[in-house]
């Protein structure tokens, strides 16, 4: 077994006082003296929720990684953590991200444990258990619960997020009856897991298997489908081999492993919260990560997946296609991957997969006919992003790339609800949607609506896209020619919250810019009468996310929390 004196073992190694609470109160469970005995004890952190239903499976995945940790020897003990589940908490999970991170961080420290398996699934849940334990660097594999069986309402796939919002567009233009769209909900989520687009769930379950955190095929094998148990299964006997190996999460999570995971970012069309999630990841290892980095190494990477919300497919077909192994192997052989970075199983990520074998060209294109070309992630500065901005490219309407617009601003969301179908909003196809106080703290919490809804008259008119701009993030399963994550965002005083309705604003992708056409002395005369909001909460949690939040481009982890601590024993309790 282990060379190395076990951390398990400074709880249930002593043959003293306390050496018998720590296992008379665990054998009341029904754990017998042996296994105590020195072999690694394998925490399997659960985000297991009824109130989250796309991790409502997820009891099922531990039995499954608690086979595998038993047949290679371990002793697992499952333990729960907060889990956030996307559509039903308020005012956004995002906002709880950092809170779930610290109660993962704190619990892994906290117990007996020598390795750790994530079980990880809804949005939010991956980056916060990702974040929290490479806090505390023991050795630990992810799970991901696995996307959704595609949806299917009337003989044609649909996606999550993606038909929510062309078909809740389409009950705004009159052209779907409600009795259609409720027939619809039903078919879409039609079996366990996560959404099934290339969402944000599948983006970070994707970033999992390439940053090496999750074994080879974590990303996109059905929730539904056996293959998932066994993954899972396997995933519990390499924990043991793990910490035998003392390969901890800060081994794997090297500045190879960010750049690889940027490069799949683009390759697979991701979404742009990735960009906020993975900037607070590599925060939390040390690693110097910037916006600057996603556009530079994104840059001329193509789209290869043909997946919604960009495209055709789902995450369903993405597995039958050969899944994420495709993609790196594709990436490998264009000279667009660290092929040594290491994985959770020992070997490299080019060792994984450079036998993988595509079944599917027209799911999971070639590079030499990519399925959109250089499709990374777009990183805009100017005066009105002076600190970056983040606009996913491949999902935005090309003629709007370059494009010169009077802002239509809107103050908060509750202004945005109030006057979008006001049939005297001055707006027209050519304008520019801003919306302001959406941030890290603004909202609180940076929610996902930046890609605002367009106004009703614009889509009698037939009018599909508009350039918005806000300091929000967007659903990973949203579309549009949405520039998002402004920062300094505009509750902390950045140049958004000086944007009055009729200003002109040039969006220019290819240059990479954000300008906002109006003087340095009007600026200044406007940020003299600018007054912040007020803040959100005067005490609690919200509080403190607020007092400590940092901005977008910094990946909205709080200050305090960058940084690791590590899996000291801590000390002892008598
Ligand atoms: Fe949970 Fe989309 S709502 S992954």
Known sequence: MTRKPLRSQAWFGRQDKMGFYYRSFLKNTGIPQDQFDGRPV???????????????HFRLIAEHVKKGVLDAGGFPLEFPVSSLG????????????????????????????????LLMGCDKTTPALLMGAASADLPTIGVSGGPQ????????????????????EQLRAGEITIEEFHEAEAAMNRSSGHCMTMGTASTMASLVEALGVGLPDNAAIPAADARRNLLARMAGRRIVGMVEEDLRMSKILTRQA???????????????????????????????LTLRDFDELGRDVHCLVDLMPSGRFLMEDFS???????????????GRLHRGAITANGKSIWENVKDAPSWNDEVITTTEKPFKPNAGIAILTGNLAPDGAVIKPSAASPHLLRHTGKAVVFESIEDLHGRIDNPDLDIDETSIMVLKNCGPKGYPGMAEVGNMPLPRKLLRQGVRDIVRISDARMSGTAYGTVILHVAPEASAGGP??????????????????????????????RRAEWTPPPPPADRGYTKLYVDHV??????????????????AVPRDNH
């Open 42 to 56: 394998i925490g399997i952190c659960n985000t297991w929720s009824e109130l989250n239903p796309c991790n409502a």
């Open 86 to 117: 996307e559509v039903t908490m308020r005012p956004t999970a995002m906002l709880y991200r950092n809170l779930a991170s610290m109660d993962v961080e704190e619990a892994i420290r906290a117990h007996p444990l020598d390795g750790i398996v």
């Open 149 to 168: 069986l595609r949806g299917m309402y009337r003989g044609a796939a649909i996606g999550s997020g993606t038909n929510i919002i062309s078909m809740s």
């Open 258 to 288: 960010f750049e690889n995971a940027i490069r799949v970012l683009a390759a697979i069309g991701g979404s742009t919260n990735a960009v906020v999630h993975l900037l607070a990841i590599a925060g939390r290892v040390g690693i110097p």
């Open 320 to 334: 039958y296609a050969g899944g994420l192994p495709v993609v790196l192997r594709r990436l490998g052989e264009a």
């Open 496 to 525: 958004l919250a000086l944007v009055g309705n009729g200003d002109r604003i040039t969006v220019d992708v290819p240059a990479r810019s954000l300008h906002l056409h109006v003087s340095e002395a009007e600026l200044a005369k």
């Open 550 to 567: 940092l901005q977008a481009d910094r990946g909205a982890d709080l200050d305090f929390l960058v940084g690791k601590s590590g899996a």
